[in-house]
């Protein structure tokens, strides 16, 4: 959903549509009910910096809501955090560049990153004619991207992940154990009704597009698992709500793990502090991506791209073999 008229169009913008039972209640209450922990004063203060109408106009926490409106929670844009600076290669051609992605990256300028961004680094580092990222991961995702470097070997990599004519694989440090070593996910998805308009949710057969991912047990350890996992389908965050969906949420998620996205905005808040990342297991969402798969743009021939799990997932696996050693619980 776009920004009120008003307030800076690249904002992040929360969504709360009032069900008849919560009608009548007083707008602060109602924030209270509708983000969990959230303390009485704390509310009253969200609602006084960011409670709008979908017109532009500012609300109060005195105000009762109505049954069927939307109440909008509008955060306007921050400095532009610090990011890593650095990016391996992988591979390179005069057609194709692939990067190994460190985590807590962005791809592309947002209303929070500029020039802290995959994007400004190659042109830093390649100059006027940078090459061009032919897909995405999220920011705190690591691996595998490719980039065309000149605009034919971009237009073709893009085809080619437009008609899913690419493999991917990912590894993922997940929340319990699996029953099964393998298996397949398959639970439609679709924007989330209410909350963070970024967020994606499963829903029930028939209620949403299709999505299928696929995973296979790497390891077992201290109530962690580590997966392989595919896609099928190409959906917005689709190994993320398909995990926490069977109730094995990436460690470090926060926006799909069992405390909902309460841990986002708290660092949205506070910024990364020791207390939410014992809360969430981990700094970044312990997902990379290990392995593309995809045929080259100039040659035709299959060209494979391996980054292998990056360092701070080795520790943070690590970590649970030691504490199981030690007769102690891993983090969560």
Same mark, same amino acid.
């Given at each position: 959903?776009?920004?009120?008229?008003?307030?800076?169009?690249?904002? &992040?913008?929360?969504?709360?549509?009032?069900?008849?039972?919560?009608?009548?209640?007083?707008?602060?209450?109602?924030?209270?009910?509708?983000?969990?922990?959230?303390?009485?004063?704390?509310?009253?203060?969200?609602?006084?910096?960011?409670?709008?109408?979908?017109?532009?106009?500012?609300?109060?926490?005195?105000?009762?809501?109505?049954?069927?409106?939307?109440?909008?929670?509008?955060?306007?844009?921050?400095?532009?955090?610090?990011?890593?600076?650095?990016?391996?290669?992988?591979?390179?051609?005069?057609?194709?560049?692939?990067?190994?992605?460190?985590?807590?990256?962005?791809?592309?300028?947002?209303?929070?990153?500029?020039?802290?961004?995959?994007?400004?680094?190659?042109?830093?580092?390649?100059?006027?004619?940078?090459?061009? &990222?032919?897909?995405?991961?999220?920011?705190?995702?690591?691996?595998?991207?490719?980039?065309?470097?000149?605009?034919?070997?971009?237009?073709?990599?893009?085809?080619?992940?437009?008609?899913?004519?690419?493999?991917?694989?990912?590894?993922?440090?997940?929340?319990?154990?699996?029953?099964?070593?393998?298996?397949?996910?398959? &639970?439609?998805?679709?924007?989330?009704?209410?909350?963070?308009?970024?967020?994606?949710?499963?829903?029930?057969?028939?209620?949403?597009?299709?999505?299928?991912?696929?995973?296979?047990?790497?390891?077992?350890?201290?109530?962690?698992?580590?997966?392989?996992?595919?896609?099928?389908?190409?959906?917005?965050?689709?190994?993320?709500?398909?995990?926490?969906?069977?109730?094995?949420? &990436?460690?470090?998620?926060?926006?799909?793990?069992?405390?909902?996205?309460?841990?986002?905005?708290?660092?949205?808040?506070?910024?990364?502090?020791?207390?939410?990342?014992?809360?969430?297991?981990?700094?970044?969402?312990?997902?990379?991506?290990?392995?593309?798969?995809?045929?080259?743009?100039?040659?035709?021939?299959?060209?494979?791209?391996?980054?292998?799990?990056?360092?701070?997932?080795?520790?943070?696996?690590?970590?649970?073999?030691?504490?199981?050693?030690?007769?102690?619980?891993?983090?969560?």
């Amino acid at each position: 959903m776009s920004s009120p008229p008003g307030t800076d169009p690249d904002s &992040i913008v929360l969504r709360f549509p009032v069900a008849r039972e919560f009608a009548g209640q007083r707008l602060d209450v109602f924030i209270q009910s509708r983000i969990p922990r959230l303390s009485r004063t704390r509310a009253q203060a969200i609602v006084k910096a960011c409670a709008y109408r979908s017109d532009g106009t500012r609300r109060r926490a005195s105000e009762r809501v109505r049954p069927g409106e939307v109440v909008l929670l509008v955060r306007q844009r921050f400095v532009e955090p610090e990011t890593p600076q650095e990016f391996g290669v992988l591979y390179e051609d005069p057609h194709v560049l692939a990067v190994d992605k460190p985590a807590g990256l962005p791809m592309h300028p947002t209303a929070t990153y500029h020039r802290n961004t995959l994007t400004w680094l190659l042109r830093q580092r390649y100059g006027d004619s940078p090459p061009h &990222i032919a897909h995405r991961l999220d920011r705190e995702t690591s691996g595998v991207v490719l980039c065309g470097k000149h605009r034919e070997a971009e237009r073709g990599l893009k085809m080619a992940f437009e008609g899913r004519r690419v493999s991917k694989i990912y590894l993922a440090i997940v929340r319990g154990e699996p029953s099964d070593d393998e298996g397949t996910i398959d &639970i439609p998805m679709d924007r989330a009704r209410e909350g963070l308009h970024l967020l994606m949710e499963a829903r029930a057969e028939g209620d949403g597009l299709p999505a299928r991912s696929h995973y296979r047990v790497r390891e077992r350890c201290g109530g962690h698992t580590l997966l392989e996992l595919s896609l099928e389908t190409g959906r917005q965050h689709q190994l993320r709500v398909h995990l926490a969906a069977i109730g094995h949420a &990436i460690v470090g998620d926060k926006l799909y793990g069992p405390d909902g996205s309460e841990p986002f905005l708290e660092q949205i808040e506070t910024g990364m502090t020791e207390a939410l990342r014992r809360w969430v297991g981990h700094d970044r969402q312990a997902l990379h991506a290990h392995r593309v798969t995809v045929e080259h743009p100039h040659t035709g021939e299959q060209l494979v791209v391996e980054s292998p799990l990056a360092a701070d997932l080795q520790t943070l696996w690590s970590s649970y073999g030691e504490a199981a050693e030690q007769g102690g619980a891993g983090a969560p």
